[in-house]
Structures are given as C-alpha cells and as structure tokens.
T-cell receptor, first 113, second 116 residues
Framework: DTEVTQTPKHLVMGMTNKKSLKCEQH?????MYWYKQKAKKPPELMFV???????INESVPSRFSPECPNSSLLNLHLHALQPEDSALYLC????????????FGNGTRLTVT | AQSVTQPDIHITVSEGASLELRCNYS??????LFWYVQSPGQGLQLLLK??????LVQGIKGFEAEFKRSQSSFNLRKPSVHWSDAAEYFC??????????????FGPGTRLSVLP
C-alpha cells in the first residue's frame, strides 16, 4: 500500500472546466512534489514545495496552480487545460534532504477532452 | 549537467532467468542513486538506493545493484525473474537544488517483459 494518497484516480475534464487534484501524506515529510508523466516517458518535475513554500516551479503554464494548505496536503488546481495536458499526474513526498528518496502516490490519470 | 541513460529501452527475459538492467550517470560529485519500478497505471516504487559505502546494495523484491564509479554505472540485477517483475524500471540520480529540496533526474526507463 502506498503511503501517499492521491484523489481522484481518474479524471475526465473539458477544456473549460476547473478541477483539482489532491495529495495527502502522513509520513512527516517536509517536501512535496508534483510530477507529470506521459506514456512511455519518465516523470517530469512540475513543482516542489519545501516546508509549505513553493521552492521550484519548472516553468509550468499558469493553467496549473499548485497549493500546499499544510505540511500533509498538496493540491493541483487545473483550469482551461489543453488536450496535450492529458497524462498521469504523480504526487511525491520526501524528507527533503538530497539523499532522501521520493515516495510516490499512484497518480491521477487525467484526460482532457 | 546531470544525466542518466538507460541503454536498453525494452528487455525480454524468461521467467526464472537472471536479469541485469543497465544505468549510466553523468554527475560531477558523489551521486545519490536510486532505482524505481512502475507497474502499469501505478506510481513509482523505490527498489533500492546508494549513497556511499558498500558498492553492492540490496533492495526489495530480491533486487540488488552495484555502483561502479570507474564506469559511472549503477546496474540493477536479479538472479531469478518472476512474472510479476514485468514493469517499467527507472534509474535516477538526485542532487540538491539551491538548498530548496532535491531534484531527481530520471533515466528514460527500461521496460521489462517476462515470458512464461
């Protein structure tokens, strides 16, 4: 069982919709991450939160808006997405030190129609 | 810049056969190296990690990996593959990012198929 929980598992949305992806961890980790993964590709980093502050934004379009309400929760707000944004969105957490591994959730499969 | 290469896009082995997945990295300092496995439609699960010390590290599910600095390699091995090992395998190197958490650089992945 994964210790990082993501909801929903699947999401279908139109290009004018607004939706949110949610991620929760209770391992006491201080760093949380959003990754995007296209089919047959490795995960691509989108955002990093460290101690609830946004520390890394990998030049992600503004139609993706992250939020970290507290140290256990991470949201990704979606608005006016494009079909090419369809992908598996993975949340991860870690202790935040350079040698600490990432713990991934099972992801949200997003389809934009 | 750091990079990770996995020369084999797809490998097929028979159940019970041995397995070696290759990983080469480019990194100036001592690397922090990881192997992850991803089953279809799932997240990534950590198999093992290397920071320092013994160059042969043991992981979960019977996997091991050997760090060879002279070859810049961190190859993953398993003596006897099970059908449930069929998945995508990612090698990764971690580095710090200006004291704001670490960043992982993932290799392109190797897809493992297992024949009965």
């Amino acid at each position: 069982d994964t210790e990082v929980t993501q909801t929903p598992k699947h999401l279908v949305m139109g290009m004018t919709n607004k939706k949110s992806l949610k991620c929760e961890q209770h391992m006491g980790h201080r760093a949380m991450y959003w990754y995007k993964q296209k089919a047959k590709k490795p995960p691509e980093l989108m955002f990093v939160y460290s101690y609830e502050k946004l520390s890394i934004n990998e030049s992600v379009p503004s139609r993706f808006s992250p939020e970290c309400p507290n140290s256990s929760l991470l949201n990704l707000h979606l608005h006016a997405l494009q079909p090419e944004d369809s992908a598996l969105y993975l949340c991860a957490s870690s202790l935040g030190t350079v040698n600490s591994p990432l713990h991934f959730g099972n992801g949200t499969r997003l389809t934009v129609t | 810049a750091q990079s990770v290469t996995q020369p084999d896009i797809h490998i097929t082995v028979s159940e019970g056969a041995s397995l070696e997945l290759r990983c080469n990295y480019s990194y100036g300092a001592t690397p922090y190296l990881f192997w992850y496995v991803q089953s279809p439609g799932q997240g990534l699960q950590l198999l093992l990690k290397y920071f320092s010390g013994d160059t042969l590290v043991q992981g979960i599910k019977g996997f091991e990996a050997e760090f060879k600095r002279s070859q810049s390699s961190f190859n993953l091995r398993k003596p006897s593959v099970h059908w449930s090992d069929a998945a995508e395998y990612f090698c990764a190197v971690a580095r710090s990012r200006d004291n704001y958490g670490q960043n992982f650089v993932f290799g392109p992945g190797t897809r493992l198929s297992v024949l009965p």
